[in-house]
């Protein structure tokens, strides 16, 4: 029984990794396409679409990284969680203060790739299968 019930978590883990890493490479594909599709209004605003949705990709790196390293118990995976949620935010936040003032790009365009990764996020969970 132990046995069993080992296998069934260690799959468990593996089906969450797979699931996060392909979230991350359609959140990765949508920057493309924003970038691409903001290319027609100009350079900046296909970068500041394309850096918008690249930094829900890297954001949802971190905490599958964080989520994902070891095993443990059920106190350690909601602190894994936690912290890799507040390194994703720091990540978001951070990025979207050097997109917005320190390169100067174009604020609909960055918000709306954002947007769009985010969507992605969200549409992944309703469609595993």
Known sequence: ??????RYVLNSLASGRR??????LLQLAVALLAGLAFL???????VAAAAGAALVAL????????????LGGAGLALSRLLTGMFLKWIVIVGGLVVILFQLKL???AAITGLAAAYAVYLLAFRFKG
């Open 1 to 6: 029984m132990q046995a069993a019930r080992r």
């Open 59 to 70: 954001g949802t790196a971190l905490v599958s990284a964080r989520f994902f390293s070891g």
């Open 106 to 108: 174009p604020p609909l």
């Open 40 to 46: 027609m209004l100009g350079r900046r605003e296909a």
């Open 19 to 24: 699931l996060a890493l392909r979230i991350i």
